[in-house]
Structures are given as structure tokens and as C-alpha cells.
């Protein structure tokens, strides 16, 4: 095997992007806020230790779907193959209803992100819901439905201006940077406490595990030599986790430092974006056509990766519930886009507030997925044996239970 293969490619670029594009949601207008609410020093840590975390985590995820003996087998063929029919069944189906409101959401956050924009930005009357949330969700799946090279395509052009415009926003805020939060220190009591309660936070902000298995098949295409996938896919990931590092936490870091702890607090109660804020603190109409910018952006880009969980979930369900084994792929895959159209344009036009609340229950769900079930796996998989006693393992499952146990306190 020569150095010419190990070498980074286009693919691997757009891959990253891809993964980049599904772990950033609208959700890191809101981050900031979220984050920085407990103050800086304990986002210093967490800034140290989430990008180990996502990588060692997503990387994991990978080497698993990849430990299949059949080439081609995602990710809730493997839980099969590794786990047994009864396990394959239930992890599959929860894993289907872990990313599934993820998409929902998604669904019901566009179409409000545009009509907002129409309404505010552009000064003109709201469009008729049903028919606004048609044609975008009908856009969005339609995309899907194209092959994987004009998706990964429509997320690379997504993901370049998400992540330039995160960039200059971060840039622009820095001579208006203060250290009122520099100086708020913590009890060490209330430190851990706010460490352990934010953990979630950025796991989740970071989470790109729904597009994992669609991805690893990818490289296993690409690549062909099982090796040399994993490799590829090793590098591409950590990749991913360096640039989400790099401008997520740059532009969080940035707010944080622009905004007092009692603004982040107000910015909270008001229940708004953090470029929102921005925009009414500053008095800048620009930075508030940017809110909506990213929002529709970062939900379009995230939207895709999404869908490829959810739909390997689905697809894996009706498999296994109808053992059919002479399934014509192209039918199924058309069947489960009109599911998704169906029931996204459904919930879109409903607009129902408890969608965050069914999207907190599947938290635990996907923190099981990505950070226990691989390294359960390498313990007890033969296939996955050879990654067995590394300290990264350990850091892991410790990063994962603590993730796990805050994100199920969260919940009472």
C-alpha cells in the first residue's frame, strides 16, 4: 500500500464538511448562551475536552459500523450482526426514534426561520404555512433522494458560508471583548456543577453521529481496502472535530467575552439567538439579518446528516420487522422519503412546542449509541478486539457516563 493513498483527498474535504454541516443545528445561535452561562473558566475545560471527546467518540462509532464481516452492512446490520436479532431490533428502533424528532424539528425550525425572515426582514405579509412548509421540506428530501455526490455537494456550498460567516462574526466581536467574566470565580463546588451540567451541551453541539454510518460505508466504497477506509475515515473525523473545535468555540468564546454574565442571563429569559441580542446591543441591522442567515444554513446543512440517520433507522426497522431479504432498495428508499415528507410537512404546520422536549428524551439514547455501544463492542466483539486496552477507550465510557448521567438529571 503506497503513501499516495493515505494522502487526504477532495473526498475526504467534503466528507468533513458534511459531518461538520450535520453537527452544526440551529443550535449554535443558541450555544453561546447556553454554554457561557456558567461562566468562562469552566468553558475553558470543556473547551479542552470536548475535542477529544467528539473524536475519540465518533471515531469509535465508525470503527464499529466498519467491524462488519459483509461489506456494505450499516450500522443497524452490524448491531445485528455483533448483537443478535432481539438486540439489533431494539437498538435500531431506538436509534430511529432518537434522530427522528431531531428531524422534526429541523422540519418546523426552516419554515419558521423563513417566515420569520419574510416577515421581519423583508417587511412583507406571512405566506400561507401549509403551503411554505411544503415546498421546503419537499426541497430539502428531494436533495436526499439525489445521489450521495449532489448531496455532499449542496452541503459543501452550505457549510463554506456557515462557516465564514461564523468566523467573521467571531472576528468582528473581538474589540468589544470585556473581562467582567474573567473575573467571576467560581466556587469549586459550583464549577464542577456547571462543568458536569454543560458537558451535554456540547456533546450535543458537536454531535455529528447520525451521519457516521452512512459516512463510514462511504469510505469503505471509496477506499475498498478495510484498512485503508478506516484510516481515511480516522483522519476525515478528526478533521471534523479540529474545524468544529476551531469556529464553534471561537465564535462561543467571543460572545462570551463580549456579553456580561447578566446580559447572557437576560439574552436567556428573553428566549433569543444570541446574534439577536447581538444585533438589539449593538444596534446593527446587519448582524441580525446574519441570525437567520446561519439558522437557515446551519438547519439545511444538519437537516442532511440527520436524514441519513434516520433513514438507515427506518429502512433497518422495516428489514428486520418484515425479514424480507428481495427488497428493491430504490422502492424503499422513495417509501421513506414519503414518510419523512409526510410527516415533517405534518408537524410543520402543527408548530407544536414540545418537539425540544421529545428531542431531550432522545439524548441519553444517542449518547448510549455513540459513546457506550463501541466501546462495549471492542470488549466483547472479536472483529473490534485489536482496539482493546487504550487509555482513549477509558476516557470514553468516563466522558460518556458523565454525559449520560447530566443529560438524564437534566430531564427531572
Known sequence: MSNQNDKWRKFDIVWMLNLFGTAVGAGVLFLPINAGMGGFWPLVVMALLVGPMTYLAHRGLSRFVLSSSKPGSDITEVV????????????????????????????????????????????????????LSFVLIATLISIMLMNEKVMLKITELLVYPLVLILFVLSIYLIPHWNTSVLLEAPTAKGFLVTLWLTIPVLVFSFNHSPAISAFSLSQQREYKDPELAEKHASKTLKGTATTLLLFVMLFVFSCVLTLTPVELAEAKAQNISILSYLANKFDNPYISYFGPLVAFLAITSSFFGHYLGAREGLEGLYLKMTDNKTINRKKLNYGTALFFLLTLWAVAVINPSILGLIESLGGPIIAMILFIMPMYAIHNVPAMRRYKGKLSNIFVVVMGSIAISAVVYGLF
Open 80 to 131: 445485528e450482526e455483533h448483537f443478535g436479532k432481539t438486540a439489533g431490533k431494539l437498538i435500531t428502533l431506538l436509534y430511529f426514534f432518537a434522530i427522528f424528532p431531531i428531524l422534526l424539528i429541523y422540519g418546523n425550525g426552516i419554515t419558521n426561520t423563513v417566515d420569520s425572515f419574510i416577515v421581519n426582514q423583508l417587511g412583507m405579509p406571512s405566506p400561507n404555512r401549509v403551503l
